[in-house]
């Protein structure tokens, strides 16, 4: 009898589900900080973010479905047996993830930053002028799902929408103007929002240099909800303290948590959230991430090939 | 030569425009907190709302163009004199409003004021689950201009709208259910978004009841970004207190400025902007309001009928 091992969190109504797919194997549900490298090492299946230093390469382990879209922990050479497919969860935080870097958009926008300060002051004081997405020039970089549905939603809001992205293609619906990331800096001084979901690769890191922060205008607003390392966070305060840029805000930062002395926490114009956008923050990610799992789970049990397969080479989905 | 007298804010090519239309008569552009009794005793038209105390039934004025959506303060039965038109600045406003009205339903949905309150203590923390407008039941109760257009944003990011208004009649687009505001507390229980954006008048005071905020689920998010005494302030912070819905945001109170003692302030489910929805903080809304009076200006120049009048039994536009 194979072992399939749950670390995610589960309902009774999902327990049900996947028990109802893996007839015939011993499915154990515990909670990912419970899990023992024995139950790891006896899993032909695993479904959750395990450990990495717990896998030690298992022969047994035939599929690792990951409940993160990130698998940077799980590609390092010799980690992972050949004969493990890894699968990540790419979809599951489309929605929330884009529809969290709306909310920071208009939030920089509306000024609600600066008013919830004044609100705890007890002040009833104007912060001046507001600009609104009609009419905006929006820069979305990275042209994933979640970049999709961002620049959506900003188009709907009256939006001029550019997308950036790294290969050559048509230009999706919704995206008024397609550019390279190569070509960036030509679209860089028009961006009255610079929208950044690009993926941790090796090509991303440190990506906002300091002159591209200057080739943006003054009044722009920079959103991060991609990873934390295409932005130096000390680049990104200089930024913002020279007046480079107007306001910043973003879900995730180079050093994760951000360090409690890093003054990035106490710069007025910048906005932080930890890494919320994601997660088991909305409920439909938890349903959307028990929906990629059951679906792997169900094609495993009948040999078929997994979807969301990891690429080693860049760390996502194929 | 009849005299003109402009008190709003403008530019240079605002009073070119002006001047472009009143040919033959005299202007004068002079900042409302300067405006002397005289400038306005001698004025046929006056566009900007200068002290209502300075007008004293002026038989002079033809026609008084307000800077504002709201005339309460000109509608006093003597203030003005029989032979002069009132108008508003009705629909100058509209994407201000209801952009800020956006903002705040996405900031509560993403517990902005919660991760901002947060970061004023550099702490990195998890500030649990946030919801999604998708497949969210929003109430928008008020259907003027900028209820339907933040019903069609909202309704753009996947939500399901119950618009609620005064009078029968066909249901708008982008709105999916219309009841009548005698019905409402029909779907108030429905509700996981109420958002207020109606006008002040004598049947809209108080309009949010305890009895009110009791129908709605604990889960609701309560917005208000019309007239202040729509909601008592009390009753507001009692229905946060007691949990009788889970956080609100207000662009408006019913005393403004809203006393710095009250404990409002410090209810830290509560998000407070002190009335800075409208004014001239969106460049567009500062051109729609000259807009609007260029054309009244023209319209009097060529003895028609003006726009955006303002019945005086409701004190808003006709």
Redesign the interface.
Same mark, same amino acid.
């Given at each position: 009898m194979k072992n399939i091992l749950v670390t995610i969190p589960v309902n009774d109504g999902h327990r049900e589900r996947i028990r109802g797919i893996a007839g015939g194997c011993r499915v154990d549900f515990v909670p990912r900080n419970e899990v023992t490298e024995a139950q790891v090492a006896e899993a032909s299946v695993i479904i959750g973010n395990v450990p990495a230093k717990m896998i030690r390469a298992s022969q047994r382990l035939e599929l690792l479905q990951l409940e993160s879209a990130g698998a940077d922990a799980y590609i390092a050479p010799g980690l992972l047996s050949p004969a493990t497919v890894l699968c990540n969860a790419t979809g599951a935080y489309n929605?929330?993830v884009s529809?969290?870097a709306?909310?920071?958009t208009?939030?920089l926008?509306?000024k609600?930053?600066l008013?919830?300060?004044?609100?705890?002051a007890? @002040?009833?004081? =104007?912060?001046?002028?507001?600009?609104?997405?009609?009419g905006a020039t929006v820069l979305v970089v990275g042209l994933g799902e979640i970049g999709l549905q961002y620049a959506a939603?900003m188009k709907?809001?009256g939006a001029n929408v550019i997308g950036v992205k790294r290969r050559p293609g048509p230009c999706p619906a919704g995206i008024d103007q397609l550019v390279l990331t190569e070509e960036i800096d030509t679209v860089l001084p028009r961006a009255d929002v610079v929208c950044s979901i690009l993926p941790g690769t090796a090509a991303t890191v440190h990506f906002y240099t300091p002159e591209r922060f200057r080739l943006m205008k003054k009044s722009a607003l920079f959103i991060n909800c991609g990873r934390g390392n295409a932005v130096d966070s000390d680049v990104l305060l200089k930024a913002l303290q020279e007046g480079e840029i107007a306001a910043a805000a973003t879900d995730v930062t180079e050093r994760?948590? @951000?360090p409690? =002395?890093?003054p990035l926490?106490?710069q007025e114009n910048m906005?932080?959230?930890?890494h919320?956008a994601g997660?088991?923050?909305?409920?439909?990610t938890h349903e959307r991430i028990v929906d990629i799992a059951c679906e792997n789970l169900r094609r495993w049990m009948r040999g078929e090939e997994a979807c969301n397969v990891v690429d080693f080479e860049t760390g996502y989905r194929r």
């Amino acid at each position: 009898m194979k072992n399939i091992l749950v670390t995610i969190p589960v309902n009774d109504g999902h327990r049900e589900r996947i028990r109802g797919i893996a007839g015939g194997c011993r499915v154990d549900f515990v909670p990912r900080n419970e899990v023992t490298e024995a139950q790891v090492a006896e899993a032909s299946v695993i479904i959750g973010n395990v450990p990495a230093k717990m896998i030690r390469a298992s022969q047994r382990l035939e599929l690792l479905q990951l409940e993160s879209a990130g698998a940077d922990a799980y590609i390092a050479p010799g980690l992972l047996s050949p004969a493990t497919v890894l699968c990540n969860a790419t979809g599951a935080y489309n929605r929330a993830v884009s529809e969290h870097a709306v909310a920071l958009t208009l939030m920089l926008m509306k000024k609600l930053h600066l008013y919830r300060d004044a609100q705890r002051a007890a @002040l009833w004081t =104007d912060c001046g002028s507001v600009s609104s997405p009609v009419g905006a020039t929006v820069l979305v970089v990275g042209l994933g799902e979640i970049g999709l549905q961002y620049a959506a939603v900003m188009k709907a809001m009256g939006a001029n929408v550019i997308g950036v992205k790294r290969r050559p293609g048509p230009c999706p619906a919704g995206i008024d103007q397609l550019v390279l990331t190569e070509e960036i800096d030509t679209v860089l001084p028009r961006a009255d929002v610079v929208c950044s979901i690009l993926p941790g690769t090796a090509a991303t890191v440190h990506f906002y240099t300091p002159e591209r922060f200057r080739l943006m205008k003054k009044s722009a607003l920079f959103i991060n909800c991609g990873r934390g390392n295409a932005v130096d966070s000390d680049v990104l305060l200089k930024a913002l303290q020279e007046g480079e840029i107007a306001a910043a805000a973003t879900d995730v930062t180079e050093r994760e948590p @951000l360090p409690g =002395d890093h003054p990035l926490w106490r710069q007025e114009n910048m906005v932080i959230t930890p890494h919320v956008a994601g997660g088991y923050h909305l409920a439909h990610t938890h349903e959307r991430i028990v929906d990629i799992a059951c679906e792997n789970l169900r094609r495993w049990m009948r040999g078929e090939e997994a979807c969301n397969v990891v690429d080693f080479e860049t760390g996502y989905r194929r």
